[in-house]
């Protein structure tokens, strides 16, 4: 499975993007999708999950109320929308998949990673 992310870039606080994870290769349809992010000297962190039917999600405490994650499976595609967005929200934004039933947390879980994409926001 190669994962492929998009839809980072330059967003004053208080601003919006949509992230995007294409899937290829194989489907991903039966693995947990995830977003995690990377800030400079810091650890790689869990941002929000969600089930390969879509019907299970779960978020950090520090995106809940901001960011929505949801998929097409027809498109072996998973979205991050990210709203109000914070100058702490700044890092490379990963998705991952996991050959899983339900969103687990820790990153060392996961079985395929994209290359990451870049939000930076300024206050």
């Known amino acids: 499975v190669q994962l492929q992310a998009s839809g980072g870039g330059l967003v004053q606080a208080g601003g919006s993007l949509r992230l995007s994870c294409a899937a290829s290769g194989r489907t991903t349809s039966n693995c947990v999708m995830s977003w995690f992010r990377q800030a400079p000297g810091k650890a790689r962190e869990f941002v929000a999950g969600?089930?390969?039917?879509?019907?299970?999600?779960a978020y950090a405490d520090s995106v809940k109320g901001r960011f929505t994650i949801s998929r097409d499976n027809a498109k072996n595609t998973v979205y991050l929308q990210m709203d109000s967005l914070k100058p702490e929200d700044t890092a490379v934004y990963l998705c991952a998949a996991d050959r899983a039933i339900v969103v687990v947390t820790p990153w060392s879980e996961y079985d395929y990673w994209g290359q990451g994409t870049l939000v930076t926001v300024s206050s």
């Open positions: 969600i089930s390969w039917r879509g019907g299970s999600t």
